[in-house]
């Protein structure tokens, strides 16, 4: 729930344009619903981007720009 939530207010932003408010109301429950059926893609996909950002901030990883 937490995901398309915020990933609804990403897609609003502070905008009070009626349309984009439904299109980021769609798009929680489209997020929220893909999430809740792949629990271990999303966990998969957290642990790699975790284990990125850690590298690079031990130095394990030279950043390239």
Known sequence: ITAGYLS???FEGVSNN???KLLGTALMFG???AVAKNPE???A???GIFK???ELKTGQI???S
């Open 41 to 43: 893609t999303v966990k």
């Open 8 to 10: 609804k207010k990403l």
């Open 18 to 20: 009626p349309l984009r």
């Open 52 to 54: 990125i950002v850690t």
């Open 45 to 47: 996909v957290a642990r």
């Open 62 to 64: 030279e950043r390239t």
């Open 31 to 33: 997020i929220t619903n």
